[in-house]
């Protein structure tokens, strides 16, 4: 009941619930191709994209947000449900030390958020946004949609924004934001977030952290306190649904400034906040909100640590074989490795290709409770 059901059950569920219409749905090839699509991915040695396994009471937590089809833009019908809201954002809160915080459909929306932000937040005038070459292109989309200069910083060898090249600019033009990534997209590289602090005090300038990926690794206690010393810190985006065992949308943007309600309508009591996410409700948190009760956040923790150990181990075990690794320490390795084997893997949803620093590597990423080291490691075509 807690799990989402195996194909053949919800085949079955569905069959069963379509009886009475003449054109049953399960003889349908695409309904049936689409089933098999999605039970081809559960499995211990699939780890090409950030899709994670599902925490145990999502789906009951997805049946209650349908069963509740409240819209948060009128909360005050619906007491119950922001409160299910404010329990879930204030963990966020607590773990990231910042005082604001919304959900929303996911990292691009954090990102123009956060820009958007600062752009109103700011009365310098200036256009420039300093990311690196590692940057989501979500932030270029950012740029564009609100009219800045998105100007990148080269890397370091392991995918790094590199510090003294961002110093080096700032001097010369003092951007309006700097975006640090923790988890780069590519090869989950976190960016020195405490340097850039210092950088975005000196210069006055919005520091947003792009923990769309990253976001779980910052959470654990043992790394949250280099985040909580970064005083200068002005904004972070988390993705749940990429790296904390989420149904898609789940995402969480966080500020330390209180949004802006510079908006009027006419049909709602109160006025609403300058936020990307129009009306929304229960699909957003209730998942994580009904997960946090029942498992606690320990829970959580676990198991991040245990992926990020799945991890650790398989860069360990291509170490061994003498294959060039990187390990961003937030559960993506990529490796070096020749051969049309390797491609077929990345055909067949076992590993993906990813660039670093204009090279091409070969990616695995460790999003799910179920990913396992060994079994990942057990299909690569090398010899015995
Ligand atoms: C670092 C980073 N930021 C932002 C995004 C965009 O997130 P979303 O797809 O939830 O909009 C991604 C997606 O992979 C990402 O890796």
Redesign the pocket.
């Known amino acids: 009941m807690n799990q989402p059901l195996a194909a053949s059950q919800a085949d079955a569920l569905l069959t069963a619930l379509c009886d009475h219409h003449t054109d049953n749905i399960s003889t349908e090839p695409h309904y049936l191709a689409l089933l098999r699509e999605a039970e081809s991915y559960s499995r211990h040695d699939k780890a090409a994209h ?1 899709t994670p396994d599902l925490a145990p009471y999502s789906l009951l937590g997805m049946q209650l947000a349908v069963l509740h089809q409240g819209n948060l833009l009128s909360a005050e019908l619906y007491p119950r449900l922001k409160q299910a809201e404010s329990d879930t954002l204030n963990w966020f809160k607590t773990c990231f030390d910042l005082p604001h915080a919304h959900f929303s ?7 123009l958020q956060a820009l958007w932000q600062s752009r109103d937040y700011s009365s310098s005038g200036r256009k420039i946004v300093y990311a690196s070459e590692a ?2 292109y ?2 270029d989309k950012a740029c564009r949609i609100l009219g800045l200069d998105l100007v990148l910083i080269r890397c370091d060898v392991d995918d790094r924004i590199d510090i003294t090249a961002l110093e080096t600019a700032c001097r010369k033009r003092a951007p309006l934001a700097i975006i640090m ?5 590519a090869a989950g590289a976190v960016d020195p977030i405490q340097p850039a602090s210092d950088i975005a005090s000196k210069y006055q300038s919005w520091l947003h952290v ?5 976001g779980a690794l910052l959470m654990l206690p043992e790394h949250r306190d280099s985040l909580m010393r970064l005083t200068q810190l002005d904004s972070v ?1 988390f ?1 749940p ?2 790296s904390l065992f989420q149904p ?2 789940c ?1 969480v943007y966080l500020s330390r400034h209180a949004p802006r309600h510079s908006l009027q309508t006419d049909y709602l009591n109160n006025t609403p906040s300058d936020r990307v996410t129009g009306s929304y409700g229960a699909e957003m948190f209730l998942p994580l909100w009904l997960n946090l009760k029942i498992l606690g956040e320990e829970w959580f923790y676990q198991q991040t640590r245990a992926r990020l150990e799945q991890a650790q181990l398989f860069s360990e075990l291509l170490r061994k074989r003498n294959i060039k690794t990187w390990n961003g320490g937030s559960g993506i390795i990529c490796f070096e490795a020749d051969g049309e084997a390797f491609d077929t893997l990345v055909a067949s949803g076992f590993l993906s290709k990813a660039k670093m620093n204009q090279n091409t590597v070969y990616r695995a990423v460790f999003a799910g409770i179920r990913t396992q080291a060994e079994a990942l490691f057990r299909v690569l075509p090398l010899s015995p």
């Open positions: 950030m459909h996911g990292g691009s929306d954090n990102n940057r989501h979500s932030i990534t923790a988890g780069t997209s792009d923990a769309a990926w990253g985006g993705d649904h990429k898609r949308p995402s």
